[in-house]
């Protein structure tokens, strides 16, 4: 996920999954006591669809848009939901040896990027549109693997023989510019959004970077000590590769993992990080230039920035003993560190040996068993540098109008649902309960793409990658620090056309549905009414109700970060999400290990939230229309609920599953299922769960 400023943006972000429960006792299936027959509709995505009587014809998942080969009917869905909707696909799936995990989320992203290779691929057989030909350079650049083995380091030796001669203060901050310029945040980075405070203007934060690791707590807890030495051994080849005598490696790698530790200890924590008052310190140019003793005035010039006198620093702390740091570490040590992120962050654009090594680290971090394939990774090499050219190209092949049009009626279907229910909210008073209507009322949607894509303003050359990538960061970097000081462009999107999430931004009040995510098993004009609120439904509830997760609700309807809740309100709010807090922490997800209720408390509020507004929409929507029964014996709130089961069946391999607990603010996809729908009485009444089952327990939480 993208990230602005201290806050990252929520997305719903597919995760991991791991088993499930034992398994109970059967489940209602065919002829288990709906009515037999009915009548079936007009499949659609909207309160449009007409009722057509059909009572000689029997109505089954597949014509709904659901799966009977991924359920697993051996299970008894009040005690183990997740298994009895994806244990037919749990059983049937194995996760490819060049992924971590596996999920619905991912057959649509590999569909997606099947599509991009291909129009990538038509792009490198010329064409008169000159963004077509910049799209199959690029791609073709990143395909001629011959030309890389030749080049060497030869296209990033310019920067690496400066980095090797830093020896005082003044040779360190060249460095470090020379790294930021490529994107490459080492130390720090400073990131470019909406000011907290006065969310219409940009301002700059700086915030702690230069972690080779996923996370402080790789540096520092024990039970990642393992990964800590693998890492150190592959620093040292990776530097070996990059030139440094192997007499001197040994010494070199210690280098980078003492450094890099020595940062995890200033850092916060994951939910430290969390905290956006605590990550909300604007301080003056003069300040900053005694806590942090760079020549700011030449590191600003160097991107063409003109940040203004107030920043915004998320670790006071960090900042305040980098300059005792960075005197009491020697110069060859920073030498190290710098080479060793310059060189392990374009292994993809150097020869075969160094993106061999690269993968040793995910396969290390993640448990992945093969290399994904180059066409794959030269595909997101050339999203990541031109991602609104492809992704226009995306969706005038494969976004239908109909489809954005559908997707829009949803939404603004589910604003007008969500409005009723925060007016019915036994929990908060009227002054409150206003302003939160109106913040609703304020969320701006954004559908499908972009109307204007960026501008790409440099070179793109056929026969030269590593250039095209260097000049693309170069670009990227100088385009997104010279937003500082200048109004948010609201329109601006932080995810490509064809990426299969979703996000919602607190600091602009807006929600964001990309195309790549408005397809099956999500979203489909031939699936019902239920199966598509129970998929993409759910998604877009997920992201309203981030408006009002623990975080969200810190923003007005303007995206300032102000309080505008009345005291018990705020006490009675804080009050639920500890309860769903709590609940999570129970959720034991590998042995021994839990899910952080704390560091996931954003996501989960959401995803209880977005069930339930999907599910209530569901419900008005066909609130006059025949009930669609026996459809393989499942009713149509049977059938919602499978929708939102059959969305998030994944797998994940057991390393992956350590690394998201750690790192993840999301749960994994089956505790996602688990505790929103275990939270909502409504499914207990679907399927007739007995209290005191997992699936209706006798403490719920209920925030939204």
Excluded at 217 to 233: F, Q, S, T
Excluded at 478 to 489: E, F, H, M, T
Aim: charged share 25%; with cysteine; glycine share 8%.
């Amino acid at each position: 996920m993208a990230a602005r400023n201290a806050l990252t943006i929520l997305a719903i972000a597919a995760c991991s999954a791991n088993n499930a429960p034992p398994a109970g006792p059967s489940a209602p299936g065919p002829g288990s006591g709906a009515p037999a027959g009915g009548s079936a509709i007009a499949v659609g995505s909207g309160s449009s669809a007409t009722p057509v009587p059909m009572p000689s014809v029997k109505v089954t998942l597949a014509d709904v848009g659901l799966e009977a080969s991924s359920l697993d009917r051996t299970a008894d869905p009040c005690v183990d939901f997740y298994q009895f909707a994806c244990g037919g696909w749990l059983a049937a799936t194995q996760i490819p040896a060049e992924r971590a995990r596996w999920a619905r989320f991912s057959e649509i992203d590999d569909k997606n990027r099947g599509a991009l290779k291909q129009l990538l691929e038509d792009a490198t057989k010329g064409s008169s549109d000159p963004a077509v030909t910049k799209l199959g350079d690029y791609y073709a650049s990143c395909m001629d693997e011959e030309t890389l083995e030749k080049t060497g380091l030869g296209a990033v030796k310019p920067v690496l023989d400066r980095v090797a001669k830093i020896k005082d203060a003044r040779s360190w901050q060249a460095a470090l510019i020379d790294l930021h310029k490529l994107g490459d945040w080492v130390v720090f980075q400073p990131m470019v959004g909406p000011d907290y405070k006065r969310s219409t203007m940009n301002v700059v934060t700086l915030r702690p970077e230069g972690l080779g690791l996923p996370d402080r707590d790789y540096y520092l807890r024990p039970e990642h000590a393992d990964k800590l030495a693998a890492y150190r051994v592959h620093v040292g080849k990776l530097l070996a590769l990059a030139g440094i005598p192997l007499a001197k490696v040994e010494a070199a790698a210690n280098n980078v993992v003492v450094i890099e530790t020595e940062l995890a200890k200033l850092r916060k924590t994951a939910v430290e990080e969390r905290d956006l008052q605590g990550g909300y310190n604007p301080i003056d140019t003069k300040t900053l230039a005694k806590q942090v003793k760079l020549d700011w005035k030449l590191y600003w010039k160097a991107f063409g920035a003109k940040p203004g006198n107030k920043l915004v620093i998320t670790t006071p702390r960090y900042f305040r003993e980098l300059d005792r740091l960075r005197q009491r570490i020697k110069p060859a040590q920073w030498a190290s560190y710098f080479t060793y992120h310059l060189v392990s962050r374009r292994t993809l654009a150097l020869p075969k040996v160094f993106d061999d090594q690269a993968f040793e680290l995910e396969r290390l971090l993640t448990g992945v068993e093969q290399k994904l394939d180059r066409a794959r990774r030269c595909v997101d090499a050339t999203e990541h540098a031109l991602g609104e050219l492809l992704g226009l190209q995306y969706v005038s092949k494969y976004f239908p109008s109909s489809s954005k049009q559908a997707a829009t009626t949803m939404f603004d279907a589910m604003v007008k649902v969500m409005n009723e229910q925060l007016g019915k909210l036994d929990w908060m008073s009227e002054p409150t309960r206003k302003l939160s209507q109106q913040k609703l009322a304020r969320v701006g949607p954004m559908i499908g793409f972009p109307e204007q894509p960026k501008v790409y303003a440099f070179d793109v050359k056929r026969p030269d990658f590593v250039g095209n990538t260097l000049r693309a960061q170069a670009y990227e970097t100088r385009r997104q620090l010279q937003k500082a000081g200048k109004p948010v462009d609201r329109n601006e999107w932080q995810m490509q056309a064809f990426t299969v999430d979703a996000y919602y931004e607190p600091t602009m009040n807006i929600t964001a549905l990309p195309a790549g995510i408005l397809q099956p098993p999500l979203f489909g004009p031939d699936r019902s009414v239920a199966a598509n609120l129970g998929g993409i439904g759910m998604v877009i509830g997920h992201e309203l109700t981030h408006a009002f997760d623990d975080q969200g609700a810190q923003f007005d309807a303007e995206g300032n970060l102000s309080n505008w809740w009345q005291k018990d309100d705020e006490a009675q709010f804080k009050e639920r999400g500890t309860c769903v807090a709590d609940q999570y922490s129970t959720f034991e997800v590998l042995k021994g290990q839990f899910i952080n209720g704390r560091l996931t408390l954003g996501e989960d509020i959401a995803d209880m939230g977005g069930v339930k507004l999907a599910f209530t929409t569901y419900r008005a929507l066909r609130k006059d229309a025949p009930k669609v029964y026996n459809a393989d014996g499942f009713t149509e709130d049977q059938q919602f609920f499978l929708a939102v089961g059959q969305a998030w069946c994944s797998k994940a391999r057991p390393a992956e599953v350590q690394y998201r607990l750690t790192t993840d603010p999301h749960s994994p996809p089956k505790f996602r299922i688990y505790g929103a729908l275990r939270n909502l009485p409504a499914f207990a009444e679907a399927f007739s769960c007995a209290a005191g089952t997992p699936m209706r327990p006798a403490n719920a939480c209920s925030v939204w």
